[in-house]
């Protein structure tokens, strides 16, 4: 019942294989552009950055990254007063 009106549906649209746009693109001429040149360098510098960035927050700026309180939580005495 409902088969005949999905099968319409889907036959109207035009889609396209994965397979199909990769042999368009790649007749057609590609010149380099900016990512083409510079993505993979720019790519390397940003994780770079963020990781030194990271780094130095962890290491230097003086976060207490929520040690365990094991050991230096002691309960104080109860007062019944």
């Given at each position: 019942m409902m088969f005949p009106l999905v099968r319409?549906?889907?036959s109207?649209?035009?889609i396209r294989s994965i397979q199909q746009i990769r042999a368009r693109q790649s007749h057609s001429k590609h010149s380099p552009d900016f990512h083409d040149k510079y993505g993979?360098?720019?790519l390397a510098g940003g994780t770079a950055f963020c990781v030194a960035v990271w780094v130095f927050t962890a290491t230097q700026v003086g976060i207490e990254w929520n040690p365990s309180?094991?050991?230096r939580a002691t309960p104080k005495e109860w007062n019944d007063e």
């Open positions: 319409n549906a889907l109207s649209l035009r993979d360098i720019l309180p094991v050991g």
